[in-house]
């Protein structure tokens, strides 16, 4: 009786009022942006042999300023209650990775 009761209540439809952030979401819409911008910019850099110039610079350091605040922003969202927590958890996965990859690519640069 009880294995039956478990199969029941593995089928059966469970309503909750818990939501998806839009602040999570909006955190993952800019690690994805940040990511592919930095990209873009590996890109021109290797068109131009490396000598993309200082706007390819700054754009470098535009794309970190995106990853901190997603970052910042998954972090808030990923304790607020009655969440579900998947976008916070990816959002702060793709931005959290792209700050430690722009600031050891920026203090490889400082070092060569």
Request: hydrophobic content about 50%; glycine content about 10%.
């Amino acid at each position: 009786m009880a294995a039956k009761e478990k199969k029941r209540k593995k089928r059966s439809l469970r309503l909750t009022d818990k939501r998806h952030p839009g602040s999570a979401v909006f955190a993952t819409i800019l690690g994805i942006l940040s990511v592919a911008l930095f990209i873009g910019l590996c890109f021109l850099s290797s068109q131009s042999h490396g000598k993309a110039g200082l706007e390819a610079g700054f754009a470098g350091v535009g794309c970190f300023i995106i990853s901190l605040a997603g970052f910042i922003i998954s972090w808030i969202s990923l304790h607020q209650e009655n969440i579900r927590p998947l976008f916070p958890t990816i959002a702060s996965l793709i931005n959290g990775i792209s700050v430690v990859f722009y600031l050891l690519l920026y203090l490889w640069g400082r070092l060569t």
